[in-house]
């Protein structure tokens, strides 16, 4: 795998887009039954705060950094370093369909609506016909029982796909990719937002707007009353940690170390 620096207490993987993609495919590859996060403010800085979530990120085979924010402090908060650029679930999305379309790995859709699984299901056929969808589920918007859950878990493994991509929100996509661990049996990637632009029902911004940070503006005028205490808070205290842990590298505070 991808070797991690450590932002804010969160072990977060290093590398290009591309390498990540290489990494994936190679974890579906593998069959392992293993889940890839995407770390955003947001999941940083809920892991900073519960560590029962910090080991759900540690124990994930990969971390890429989704926000330019968290990017840019794995450069920041690790002398020696090199940059690293924003590795976003709404990029690598549609890059690893390409791609497992020209390995004839076969992907799954797990999360949001009917809607959305529709129109993804549809851009996917028509731009990428030799890629094989094993199938597709829009679980109900509550807690699953126990007997749900099963079901559902054998109807992913009987379709037998090499990439289940997983839209529930963050925290939820993370805790149940953790939670299914060794149960399905493929790599797991929480994707979110991914769902819906992929599949053309939401708008990015350009890409010289989402260089200058101003994506999660775009996401606050969308959805400001689920968003805006999100972005005010989570936002600020990312900052001041990081100020802070910076603070703490000036005068000598040792760092943890990388690993592999």
């Excluded at 994930?60 to 924010?69: E, I, K, R, T, Y």
């Excluded at 009987?158 to 060794?182: K, N, S």
Aim: aromatic fraction near 8%; hydrophobic fraction near 45%; include cysteine.
């Amino acid at each position: 795998m991808l070797p991690k620096l450590s932002v804010l207490d969160s072990w977060i993987s290093t590398g290009t887009p591309a390498e990540f993609v290489a990494a994936i495919l190679r974890l579906g590859a593998q069959r392992v039954s293993a889940y890839v996060c995407f770390a955003n403010v947001h999941m940083v800085v809920e892991a900073q705060q519960d560590p029962g979530f910090r080991q759900i990120l540690d124990n994930a085979a990969l971390v890429a950094p989704d926000g330019s924010p968290v990017a840019a402090a794995l450069h920041r908060l690790n002398p020696g370093s090199t940059p690293q650029p924003r590795v976003a679930g709404m990029d690598l999305l549609p890059a690893l369909l390409e791609a497992a379309a020209h390995s004839g790995q076969s992907v799954y859709f797990y999360g949001t609506t009917e809607e959305v699984l529709a129109a993804i299901v549809a851009r996917a056929r028509r731009e990428l016909p030799t890629l094989r969808i094993a199938g597709t589920c829009s679980p109900p918007f509550r807690p699953l029982t126990p007997e749900e859950d099963a079901a559902e878990v054998a109807a992913i493994n009987a379709t037998d796909p090499d990439l289940v991509f997983v839209a529930l929100g963050c925290p939820r996509q993370e805790r149940w990719m953790a939670a299914h661990q060794g149960r399905i049996r493929a790599c797991m990637l929480g994707v979110g937002q991914a769902f819906p632009v992929y599949a053309g029902l939401e708008r990015r911004l350009p890409v010289w707007a989402r260089k200058l940070w101003l994506e999660w503006a775009y996401r606050l005028w969308l959805e400001p009353r689920r968003l805006w205490r999100r972005y005010l808070l989570t936002n600020s205290r990312f900052m001041y940690l990081v100020a802070r842990r910076v603070t703490a590298q000036l005068v000598g505070r040792p760092l943890p170390r990388p690993v592999a």
